[in-house]
């Protein structure tokens, strides 16, 4: 059993109704910082869980659940009341009891549904505060409740649901007593019945022990002599609590090594609590794993060891688990078939990728794809020299560098096929700058598809002047090879620990070549870096014009 789709509305960011199909088995979510990716995880684990930020949400309802939009629409409109509802919709075996219509389809589905509205029994409460504050009104969560029910309309708590859910957020922790909240929740879920109330008796006797050391016993006397001024006063003592089922959970302290846990790195904490949900093996419950930004803490040995322990448990223990990353290490090696773009609240799925081309970025993952994934724009090239003309040349023309107007400028070798394969997919306007490596002819007849098909979104630019292969002669022919010798020529040599003015040490045209193409980058540093006027190839420019169209 799996959760097979995630319902949104009025919860944070998400305004109206917000719709994400998952996998059953690994998702990976990426997008821009405010898209939504954290939200998402957290209204899932909400819907889980009844848990918010380690607290149960039915005491903590708040304003600040709410989206903004909608709350600054009710200030100038309190007639209809804000509400958030969640949904998530189940599929597998054993599911029955979740079945119905109680959902924002109405139709037959089985699952959840978590909402926060008005109290209806306080209706008449909320009608007066609202015609009294008229001019200054704030939402008055007081007259809120949280129901959480199935699809068939029955009232539910953590222990009816099948799915147990588990949160990993390496960049933050929250501690109750010394104690990680979610690490313990994760605990508990790993352990059976039997183990939980042992650990419960165990506490239990922990507390006639202590009760029964000398010093407490001290301590207890002197208190009661304090404080027991008459025979109507009542006797106060020192105890461990044992005021909730829950006790031990919160007076117990995890601790590797001896060392409590919250004192561990945040990169071994998150390894830790990952670990243990992914073996959670209670053959009744599906377990639900989500990670928040697993490159957090983590080095890159740390982190591809956890990834190949992701994918391993992912693929034997058929865990459902959902990943929220801005590392393209991690959505590379985890596949990016798994991937979900989340832009503008709407998503975008690669999954349809040709197998080599996941195979390709999986095996060889130090590739920075979702640079282009997550970008207006792009322009790919051959290698460092050629990214750093184009960004040279866009600088020239805006005085800001191409990132700065959302464009990427991306350094691919010689993997433009497999960057031009995402992009097709992501339908983003690409340009891709190559040398012709005097081919030109073959290169006008291998991307004609993408040149001559005006709805197609990426263009190939080339120089078709095979005398000029690639970047370095394309420099010279635009410009007086002296020029050049000026820019990319060492004009002072070193003489003993000094240095002293000497000779261009290219004396010609040929000789400057040579030297450019032996040096293509600290050739391109230095184009980068002076300031004196030179002109750029013609493709090159009509490559940033075609990506600002």
């Given at each position: 059993?799996?959760?097979?789709?995630?319902?949104?509305?009025?919860?944070?960011?998400?305004?109206?109704?917000?719709?994400?199909?998952?996998?059953?088995?690994?998702?990976?979510?990426?997008?821009?910082?405010?898209?939504?990716?954290?939200?998402?995880?957290?209204?899932?684990?909400?819907?889980?869980?009844?848990?918010?930020?380690?607290?149960?949400?039915?005491?903590?309802?708040?304003?600040?659940?709410?989206?903004?939009?909608?709350?600054?629409?009710?200030?100038?409109?309190?007639?209809?009341?804000?509400?958030?509802?969640?949904?998530?919709?189940?599929?597998?075996?054993?599911?029955?009891?979740?079945?119905?219509?109680?959902?924002?389809?109405?139709?037959?589905?089985?699952?959840?549904?978590?909402?926060?509205?008005?109290?209806?029994?306080?209706?008449?409460?909320?009608?007066?505060?609202?015609?009294?504050?008229?001019?200054?009104?704030?939402?008055?969560?007081?007259?809120?409740?949280?129901?959480?029910?199935?699809?068939?309309?029955?009232?539910?708590?953590?222990?009816?649901?099948?799915?147990?859910?588990?949160?990993?957020?390496?960049?933050?922790?929250?501690?109750?007593?010394?104690?990680?909240?979610?690490?313990?929740?994760?605990?508990?879920?790993?352990?059976?019945?039997?183990?939980?109330?042992?650990?419960?008796?165990?506490?239990?006797?922990?507390?006639?022990?202590?009760?029964?050391?000398?010093?407490?016993?001290?301590?207890?006397?002197?208190?009661?002599?304090?404080?027991?001024?008459?025979?109507?006063?009542?006797?106060?003592?020192?105890?461990?609590?044992?005021?909730?089922?829950?006790?031990?959970?919160?007076?117990?302290?995890?601790?590797?090594?001896?060392?409590?846990?919250?004192?561990?790195?945040?990169?071994?904490q998150a390894i830790l609590k990952t670990k243990l949900a992914l073996e959670h093996q209670k053959a009744t419950e599906a377990n639900i794993i989500m990670i928040e930004e697993p490159e957090n803490h983590l080095s890159h040995s740390k982190l591809n060891q956890l990834l190949n322990d992701i994918n391993e448990k992912c693929e034997k223990a058929k865990?459902?688990?959902?990943?929220?990353?801005?590392?393209?290490?991690?959505?590379?090696?985890?596949?990016?078939?798994?991937?979900?773009?989340?832009?503008?609240?709407?998503?975008?799925?690669?999954?349809?990728?040709?197998?080599?081309?996941?195979?390709?970025?999986?095996?060889?993952?130090?590739?920075?794809?979702?640079?282009?994934?997550?970008?207006?724009?792009?322009?790919?090239?051959?290698?460092?020299?050629?990214?750093?003309?184009?960004?040279?040349?866009?600088?020239?023309?805006?005085?800001?560098?191409?990132?700065?107007?959302?464009?990427?400028?991306?350094?691919?070798?010689?993997?433009?096929?497999?960057?031009?394969?995402?992009?097709?997919?992501?339908?983003?306007?690409?340009?891709?700058?190559?040398?012709?490596?005097?081919?030109?002819?073959?290169?006008?007849?291998?991307?004609?598809?993408?040149?001559?098909?005006?709805?197609?979104?990426?263009?190939?630019?080339?120089?078709?002047?095979?005398?000029?292969?690639?970047?370095?002669?394309?420099?010279?022919?635009?410009?007086?090879?002296?020029?050049?010798?000026?820019?990319?020529?060492?004009?002072?040599?070193?003489?003993?620990?000094?240095?002293?003015?000497?000779?261009?040490?290219?004396?010609?045209?040929?000789?400057?070549?040579?030297?450019?193409?032996?040096?293509?980058?600290?050739?391109?540093?230095?184009?980068?870096?002076?300031?004196?006027?030179?002109?750029?190839?013609?493709?090159?420019?009509?490559?940033?014009?075609?990506?600002?169209?």
């Amino acid at each position: 059993m799996h959760i097979s789709k995630v319902t949104i509305q009025g919860f944070k960011c998400f305004r109206r109704r917000f719709e994400l199909l998952l996998n059953d088995g690994l998702n990976i979510i990426v997008g821009n910082n405010e898209a939504g990716k954290s939200t998402i995880l957290e209204a899932i684990h909400l819907t889980l869980s009844g848990l918010y930020n380690g607290r149960y949400l039915r005491n903590e309802l708040s304003e600040y659940l709410f989206n903004k939009v909608i709350i600054e629409n009710f200030k100038t409109d309190s007639t209809v009341p804000p509400e958030i509802v969640i949904e998530l919709y189940f599929e597998g075996d054993g599911l029955a009891i979740f079945e119905g219509d109680f959902n924002s389809e109405r139709a037959k589905n089985c699952g959840i549904q978590l909402k926060i509205a008005l109290d209806e029994r306080d209706r008449d409460l909320y009608n007066d505060y609202i015609s009294d504050n008229d001019e200054n009104v704030s939402l008055p969560i007081e007259y809120y409740e949280l129901t959480w029910t199935t699809f068939a309309r029955e009232v539910i708590t953590a222990k009816n649901l099948p799915f147990k859910a588990a949160l990993i957020d390496s960049s933050s922790n929250r501690y109750q007593n010394g104690s990680d909240i979610y690490l313990s929740h994760i605990i508990r879920n790993y352990l059976d019945t039997n183990q939980i109330n042992g650990l419960l008796q165990a506490h239990r006797r922990l507390q006639k022990t202590f009760s029964k050391e000398k010093v407490v016993e001290e301590v207890n006397k002197l208190i009661e002599e304090r404080t027991k001024q008459t025979d109507g006063d009542k006797v106060i003592k020192v105890d461990v609590d044992l005021s909730s089922k829950n006790a031990w959970e919160y007076n117990m302290l995890a601790c590797v090594e001896d060392v409590p846990f919250q004192h561990i790195g945040k990169g071994y904490q998150a390894i830790l609590k990952t670990k243990l949900a992914l073996e959670h093996q209670k053959a009744t419950e599906a377990n639900i794993i989500m990670i928040e930004e697993p490159e957090n803490h983590l080095s890159h040995s740390k982190l591809n060891q956890l990834l190949n322990d992701i994918n391993e448990k992912c693929e034997k223990a058929k865990k459902q688990i959902i990943i929220s990353t801005h590392n393209s290490f991690v959505a590379n090696k985890l596949g990016l078939d798994k991937l979900i773009l989340l832009n503008n609240k709407k998503t975008i799925r690669l999954n349809d990728l040709s197998e080599e081309t996941i195979k390709f970025f999986r095996t060889i993952s130090g590739y920075d794809t979702l640079r282009l994934i997550l970008c207006n724009s792009a322009i790919l090239c051959e290698g460092d020299s050629d990214e750093l003309i184009v960004q040279k040349c866009y600088f020239k023309k805006h005085k800001k560098l191409p990132i700065q107007s959302g464009i990427e400028v991306i350094s691919v070798g010689l993997s433009f096929k497999r960057y031009i394969e995402i992009a097709l997919k992501l339908d983003k306007k690409i340009a891709v700058v190559t040398d012709n490596d005097k081919k030109s002819e073959i290169l006008i007849e291998k991307y004609k598809t993408y040149n001559d098909d005006k709805d197609c979104p990426i263009k190939v630019f080339f120089d078709t002047d095979d005398n000029y292969s690639t970047l370095e002669p394309q420099l010279v022919k635009h410009n007086r090879w002296n020029l050049i010798n000026q820019i990319v020529d060492a004009k002072y040599k070193k003489d003993g620990a000094n240095y002293k003015k000497g000779e261009y040490k290219c004396n010609n045209e040929d000789e400057l070549l040579i030297y450019m193409e032996n040096h293509k980058t600290d050739c391109a540093i230095k184009f980068f870096d002076t300031e004196i006027e030179f002109e750029f190839p013609a493709y090159i420019e009509e490559a940033i014009n075609y990506v600002e169209e």
